[in-house]
Nanobody, 115 residues
Framework: QVQLVESGGGLVQAGGSLRLSCAAS????????MAWYRQAPGNQRELVAG???????NYADSVKGRFTISRDNAKKMVYLQMNSLKPEDTAVYYC?????????WGRGTQVTVSS
């Protein structure tokens, strides 16, 4: 099974930027999708951005133009560059892996955006 560890979260003022990283270990399929989800208190977990092994991407409408997902297959890393952050982006951000085997989730990293 794939293990995922997120890092890069923290406290930032509105309008600021953060870069989240997700380190994957284990057998990563050459055909896989990785993604970032987030969950705010009282809300359901929602997809923020996804990227395929061929680097096709998709984004939630709420983050389009502000967030960028990328991956480095050789390093088994996935990144989420977050710019122009808003208080409503405050949430725990989770890394997600989906390949031929079992899907995996990281434990999450907290992002807090102050107004």
């Amino acid at each position: 099974q794939v293990q995922l560890v997120e890092s890069g979260g923290g406290l930032v003022q509105a309008g600021g930027s953060l870069r989240l990283s997700c380190a994957a270990s284990g057998r990563i399929s050459s055909i896989s999708t990785m993604a970032w989800y987030r969950q705010a208190p009282g809300n359901q977990r929602e997809l923020v951005a996804g990227i395929t092994s061929g680097s096709s991407t998709n984004y939630a409408d709420s983050v389009k133009g502000r967030f960028t997902i990328s991956r480095d297959n050789a390093k088994k890393m996935v990144y989420l560059q977050m710019n122009s952050l808003k208080p409503e982006d405050t949430a725990v951000y989770y890394c997600y892996y989906n390949g031929p085997g079992p899907a995996s989730w990281g434990r999450g990293t907290q992002v807090t955006v102050s107004s």
